[in-house]
């Protein structure tokens, strides 16, 4: 077991931040000390194996990206980052555990769609991973798979009442399915748009000549969110089940969240990078000169990227503020514009729904607290402690003190963070900067005043000097306990 020191940093947490020097032993941290400290008189930079200089740095709790999607199948194809590539993608960014998830479709046994996942997942991580567990069949089977995916540390489960013929869960299904996660603690997370509605619209856009990828986000109108915002809250209010409404964008369905909160029923919200920054008129709307207005396909994901005019954006910043809204997750699942977002040229609905962001969610969030976003300890509140509260991870993760799992970043404000990956005429890229697998850069031209310096997983070091020391392999599953959130 070798020991480290992080020495001279300021630590920050979700209540408060402070010089001191952390001491890890192994995979753990051992000590928060005072800076400069000696241990029984003992020099400590002196004594340990390593010794890592966070002077002017802050030093935080890894990231956990409790909503990632590797190789997930979507829309005829899937997702491009492997667990090897994204879980590597991830550290460079700071994130140190993902919470992804496993997938059982309609008619498949849930323990054969999660056994997948492990095999998927097994042995290819480069940091710690759990799961959810997505039941794309609500049936009798699955009902009762349910509170069995506790003992495997599984302990939240995602439904659909978007995707009608894929993921799609009716409100019968939602309830029963609900009603056994009441019982046993299970958190229910829920895609909250109206699935049948929108696919009247797709069709009516699509027969009117709408077919460029702005029109995904017409389609997906924000009174979709709020009607399943709603229906999603009520059928929790119902039953008396912990409900977790995933990638919120729409300011209407927060007000949804919020009301719910304010009757005091365990209702909570992520939001995601995207929802933040980028809008439907810029994105969605963009026109390349590669792409022309196809060039809007790089963005669509659901729920969709939302009106900047209609003041969505702003009222996710006010929204994790509040804590109207509690965490920020990525959604992670890339797709390439050349073999993959293409499928839907002449036809938005065929574009598959995805953006690839793991690599850059501290980093952008940082950006929040430099533009006055967002408080240091909120930062850290939303990507790490919060997730791992949210999801039983908490003590483990999700926190700087002694028996917790020295999963450590040291952040430098005086850095600088360009991102993107420029590419040539013919969309080659004429230098990577990001390593996550998508063939262009959801956020090309996005500068942080900010970057990660130091990443640290388990006590080993996988990310300093701008190079990857890790390995696909060194991260372990995570089993999670019930949420640690709950009111
Ligand atoms: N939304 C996305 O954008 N991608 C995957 C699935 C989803 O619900
Ligand atoms: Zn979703
Ligand atoms: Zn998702």
């Not at 496993?102 to 042995?123: N, P």
């Not at 013929?165 to 895609?191: C, N, P, S």
């Not at 509690?326 to 995805?354: A, R, Y």
């Not at 990507?383 to 430098?412: C, E, H, N, Q, W």
Request: hydrophobic residues 40%; negative net charge; charged residues 20%.
């Amino acid at each position: 077991m070798s020991t480290m020191l992080i020495r001279g940093g300021t630590v920050v947490s979700a209540t408060g931040r402070g010089a001191a020097d952390v001491l890890v032993d192994g995979e753990t941290i051992v000590a928060v000390l005072a800076p400069g400290s000696t241990l029984l008189g003992h020099d400590l930079s002196a004594s340990v194996d390593t010794v890592i200089d966070a002077t002017g740095k802050y030093v935080i709790p890894g990231g956990i990206d409790a909503h990632t999607h590797m190789e997930l199948p979507f829309g005829g194809t899937a997702a491009v980052d492997t667990f090897e590539t994204g879980t590597i993608a991830a550290a460079w960014g700071g994130t140190t555990s993902i919470i992804d998830f496993a997938v059982q479709t309609a008619g498949q046994k849930v323990f054969d769609g999660l056994a997948a996942w492990h095999e998927k997942a097994g042995g290819n991580c480069a940091i710690d991973y759990g799961f959810h567990q997505i039941v794309g069949g609500v049936d009798a089977d699955s009902l009762d798979a349910l509170p069995k995916l506790i003992d495997e540390g599984i302990t939240s489960y995602k439904m659909f009442m978007a995707y009608p013929g894929v993921f799609y869960a009716d409100d019968a299904q939602i309830l029963r399915a609900m009603q056994v996660a009441a019982e046993h603690g299970l958190m229910t997370m829920m895609h909250a748009e109206n699935g049948p509605a929108i696919d009247v619209l797709v069709a009516q856009l699509l027969e009117q000549g709408k077919t460029d990828p702005y029109f995904h986000g017409v389609a997906r109108a924000w009174q979709m969110e709020e009607e399943a915002t709603h229906r999603a809250i009520m059928l929790a209010h119902l039953t008396g089940a912990p409900l977790y409404v995933v990638h919120v964008s729409a300011k209407q369905a927060v007000e949804q969240l919020a009301a719910a909160r304010d009757r005091g029923q365990n209702v909570f919200g992520e939001t995601c990078p995207q929802y933040l920054y980028l809008s439907l008129e810029e994105q969605l709307g963009a026109v390349s000169e590669q792409y022309g207005a196809f060039e809007g396909a790089k963005w669509v994901c659901s729920t969709p990227l939302r009106s900047r005019a209609e003041g969505h954006q702003d009222h996710m910043w006010q929204s994790l503020r509040t804590n109207d809204l509690q965490m920020v997750s990525t959604d992670h699942c890339p797709f390439c514009m050349k073999g993959q977002k293409e499928l839907g040229l002449g036809d938005f609905s065929k574009i598959p729904n995805g953006i690839g962001s793991i690599e850059h969610r501290m980093d952008l969030m940082y950006q929040g607290v430099v533009t006055g976003e967002l408080t240091l300890e909120r930062w850290v509140e939303i990507t790490s402690t919060t997730p791992a509260r949210m999801f039983g991870l908490y003590g483990t993760k999700g926190v700087i003190a002694p028996g917790a799992d020295a999963d450590i970043v040291v952040y430098d404000p005086n850095g600088h963070t360009s991102i993107g990956m420029p590419v040539d005429e013919n969309g080659n890229p004429t230098g990577k900067k990001h390593h996550m697998n998508m063939d262009h850069a959801a956020w090309e031209g996005f500068e942080i005043d900010g970057k990660v310096d130091t990443v640290i997983s388990r006590g080993s070091v996988v990310i300093q000097n701008d190079q990857f020391h890790g390995r696909a392999g060194h991260g372990q599953y995570l089993r999670r306990g019930l949420s640690q959130y709950l009111v």
